[in-house]
């Protein structure tokens, strides 16, 4: 939501909210039609072999591949290049990137220019959405755009720092940015 309020504010854009799961079908269908590839780089082996059993039933077409890293704060740079190396050795049309926000972001961030795909998707939770691990919010909460508040009731230690810290510290920067420039003119 902070994402909207900034297009908005910046740009003067009033945007619909597209969530990573949307995308994620989106991506996949045309992936499908097109017999194309995909590499799931984050989670656990077991949600990523979940996710593997499902597509091979839903998109047939698509030729999946994945690695789980270690789950931690930081990685080496023995770390990340295993991890570059794993996706560039089957350089796939798209990564699909999920290990928790805003970590996955600045992973894509620092890393972009090394990979070899034309498409890379930081979509985290998605991933357990898919797999079924977890079960995503009622579409009534997604409609509302409430879906963060749900998730949040049902993992507020993992999505409390996300929500209260970040979000917020984004749109404090976003107002500074926004008042800096309107005294520019």
Same mark, same amino acid.
């Given at each position: ?20 799961? +949307? ?20 989670? &656990? ?13 839903? !998109? ?12 931690? $704060? ?21 990564? !699909? ?11 894509? !961030? $620092? ?10 998707? &930081?979509?985290?939770?998605?991933? +357990? !959405? ?36 970040? &979000? ?18």
């Amino acid at each position: 939501m902070v994402v909207l309020l900034a297009a908005r504010l910046l740009g003067g854009y009033s945007i619909k909210k597209i969530a990573g799961a +949307d995308v994620f079908y989106a991506v996949l269908k045309l992936l499908n039609s097109i017999s194309g590839s995909c590499f799931f780089l984050g989670s &656990s082996l077991e949600t990523l072999t979940k996710i593997k059993t499902k597509m091979i039933m839903e !998109f047939p077409q698509v030729s999946v591949s994945f690695f789980s890293p270690p789950y931690k $704060e930081k990685y080496s740079a023995a770390e990340t290049a295993e991890m570059i190396t794993a996706i560039n050795q089957v350089n796939p049309t798209v990564v !699909f990137v999920g290990m928790t926000a805003p970590k996955q972001e600045k992973w894509v !961030f $620092e890393n972009k220019g090394k990979l070899r795909t034309n498409l890379v998707c &930081s979509i985290g939770a998605v991933f +357990d !959405f898919y797999a079924e691990t977890i079960k995503r919010p009622a579409p009534i909460w997604i409609k509302l755009n409430l879906e963060w508040l749900v998730r949040f009731l049902k993992e507020p230690r993992r999505l409390g720092k996300r929500y209260f810290v970040y &979000s917020p510290r984004f749109f404090g920067y976003l107002l500074k940015f926004f008042f800096n420039r309107k005294a520019a003119y």
